[in-house]
Every structure is written in structure tokens, then in C-alpha cells.
């Protein structure tokens, strides 16, 4: 869990430096462009010159069209604002055509045609959308992985599972989050706007996550056995599994479940190196993933633990959920009892977990 408090701490850190410092910037100098007026001097204060079109230049390799716009003005300077878009598109950008650019703060924020006026791209207004929007996805982010760090640190014994509900549903939260979190500031005109959207967007995620929460706490209230019918297979059955515990077999790798046999091997054909898994491990009952399983952080999102025993010592074998099935029956074809008998007495059908 040290990671995860790592983690969530540099995403805040980040989150805080972009939106305290980078948006703060960026929004304060779009109001003073948005306040500016015309005068003749001064660097806060928008001053029009006439131009002439010498040439224009196309910007080569990248993805978002732009060209570079080659003027002089009446008192002889030549600049060269580069503007988004082609130098084909309408206005037309002609050799000698007269048009008027604008500055403030010492550089050509846009330029008037005949009848259009086309911002360049030292345009100040929007600047604010690159850092908000990583911003708010990246600090919605570490707030999910702050909380699952600290309910770890604090609440961690009032459940032995490896992911649950007081976990799942926060982080899932999170995650819906930062997808408005990343794009409200693009589909809005402001930063305010882009936050008023976002706690809109937030109420619906709260709303959803309480009764997802709701359903989860009921599903993972009282016995977490996991009802699991037991398949024999007809043929070899290979899938990846590990088998943890104090016995000379354990292993991580792949295991081939058979009509008869339980093997376990490194190859991902089940043709070389294989090791039969003795008959004395009787399985007992399966159930989701604990946190003080070894190793738990490593187990797939839809793994499952077979809490077995092996002339008292405890096995667990660890595998996804669909491969299961054939699991219990090869197991159970070695211990001579019945295939159509369910595990823990469990209906024969996959229970909840």
C-alpha cells in the first residue's frame, strides 16, 4: 500500500500544481486579452497596424493544419504570425493583399482580413484547457488511489477480501470521473463552466456508486463461498493457475486438468515438464481472492482460490473462474465421489462472489 500512497500523493501534487499554478496563469491572462482595449502604445493594450502579404508557409509534419503568414507592415516591420488552417482556405491569403494585424503584449494575436478576423496561434484564450483538463483527470485519479490507501491503512480488517466494495465501488467512481474531468474543459467556454459541468457529473457518479455500493454490500454480506458446479473433462484441459502452500508441488504456471489426472507445467501446451498433483489434495470450498493470500496483488481481475487441504496442510490454488469447473471435477474424479455433487452443497450453477 506504500505504492498506492505514492502514487496518489504525485498525482495531487501534479493535479494541485496544474490547476493552483498553470490553469491560474492561463486564466488570468485570457481575462486581461478578453479586457483589453484598442490604444496606440502599450503592451497591455490591443495596437492594430496595417499589413501587406508577402508570402505564406505551410508547416510540414503535423497534425493539426497551420502556416506561417509573411506581412510587412506600413513602417517597414516584417513579422510572421503563424495561423491554424491552410493558406488555401478562405480568406484568401494573395501576394500583396492588405489586411490588419493586432498586438498585445508584443505579439500578433490575430489578423483581419477583408471580412474575417483569424486568430494566430498565440491566441491566449483556451490556453487553460491542456493543463485544466490533466489537471482534473489526474487529481480525480489520486484521489481514488488516496482512498484506497487509506482505507487499506485504517479499515483494512473489516473485510479479508482483496477488493471490496468499500474499495471497488470509490475507485470505479474515480475512474467515470476523469472522463468528464478530462473533457469538460474542452466542451466548455470557461474554466467555471468546465467545474460547474464536472460537479454536475459527479452528482450522477455519487448517485450511481451509492447504489452500486448498496448491492455490493448486500452481495459480499455473510458467507463469501462461491457456489461452483464441478465439471469432469472429456479431454485435456490446459489454463494458467498457481498452487501456493507448503508442499513440494507448489507452482506457478499452467495446470492440465484430465479425466483422471491433475498435472501441473511451465509449458503453455501442457506437453513438456509435467508434475501430477497428488490425490491427497481435497479440495474444500472456493471463494473470492483475500488480501493476505500470498501474492494477491498479482491474481487476475476474475480470479478465483480453491481453499484446499493436503493431509492437513492448507493449499490454495488459484485460477480465473471459468477454469474452475474443470478444476473440481478432476480433483473430485481422483477422489472417487460423485460429479454431480456441488461443492459446500452449493447449487450447480455459478453462485455470487
Not at 499589413?51 to 505551410?58: C, F, L, M, S, V
Not at 459480499?220 to 502452500?245: C, H, L, N, S, Y
Amino acid at each position: 500500500m506504500r505504492r498506492a500512497a505514492v502514487i496518489g500523493t504525485l498525482c495531487a501534487l501534479v493535479a494541485a500544481w496544474l490547476l493552483l499554478v498553470n490553469v491560474r496563469g492561463a486564466v488570468d491572462e485570457e481575462g486581461a486579452f478578453r479586457a483589453a482595449v484598442g490604444c496606440g502604445s502599450g503592451d497591455d493594450c490591443l495596437r492594430t497596424a496595417e499589413a501587406r502579404i508577402d508570402r505564406t508557409e505551410r508547416v510540414e509534419g503535423r497534425k493539426t493544419a497551420s502556416y506561417f503568414l509573411y506581412v510587412t507592415e506600413a513602417d517597414g516591420t516584417k513579422s510572421s504570425p503563424r495561423l491554424w488552417g491552410s493558406p488555401s482556405e478562405p480568406p484568401a491569403t494573395t501576394k500583396g493583399a492588405r489586411v490588419e494585424v493586432t498586438y498585445w503584449r508584443g505579439e500578433i494575436r490575430y489578423v483581419d482580413f477583408d471580412s474575417t478576423r483569424r486568430y494566430t496561434t498565440a491566441d491566449p484564450r483556451g490556453d487553460y484547457r491542456p493543463f485544466a483538463s490533466f489537471g482534473l483527470a489526474i487529481g480525480l485519479l489520486g484521489t481514488g488511489i488516496l482512498w484506497v490507501w487509506y482505507w487499506w491503512a485504517r479499515h483494512s480488517r473489516s473485510s479479508p477480501r482483496a477488493a471490496p466494495w468499500q474499495i471497488s465501488v470509490p475507485i470505479v467512481g474515480a475512474l467515470i470521473l476523469t472522463l468528464p474531468g478530462a473533457g469538460a474543459p474542452w466542451v466548455t467556454d470557461s474554466f467555471g463552466s468546465a467545474l460547474r459541468l464536472l460537479g454536475l457529473c459527479s452528482l450522477a457518479t455519487v448517485a450511481f456508486c451509492s447504489v452500486a455500493a448498496l448491492i455490493a454490500r448486500r452481495r459480499q454480506r455473510g458467507d463469501d463461498t462461491i457456489a461452483m458446479t464441478r465439471t469432469v473433462p472429456t479431454k485435456e484441459r490446459i489454463f494458467a493457475a498457481r498452487i501456493v502452500g507448503e508442499i513440494p508441488y507448489a507452482t506457478q504456471g499452467f495446470l492440465v486438468a484430465g479425466p483422471t489426472s491433475l498435472w501441473s507445467t511451465p509449458d503453455h501446451t501442457g506437453a513438456a515438464f509435467r508434475r501430477r498433483i497428488p490425490d491427497t489434495l481435497t479440495p474444500i470450498r472456493v471463494r473470492p481472492p483475500y488480501w493476505r493470500d500470498p501474492d494477491h496483488l498479482n491474481y487476475s481481475a476474475k480470479a478465483a482460490v480453491l481453499e484446499c487441504d493436503d493431509k492437513g496442510t492448507p493449499v490454495l490454488v488459484v485460477t480465473d473462474r471459468k477454469n474452475m469447473p474443470w478444476l473440481l471435477g478432476t480433483l473430485e474424479w481422483n477422489q472417487h465421489t460423485p460429479a454431480s455433487h456441488s461443492l459446500s452443497g452449493a447449487a450447480p450453477r455459478l453462485g455470487r462472489g
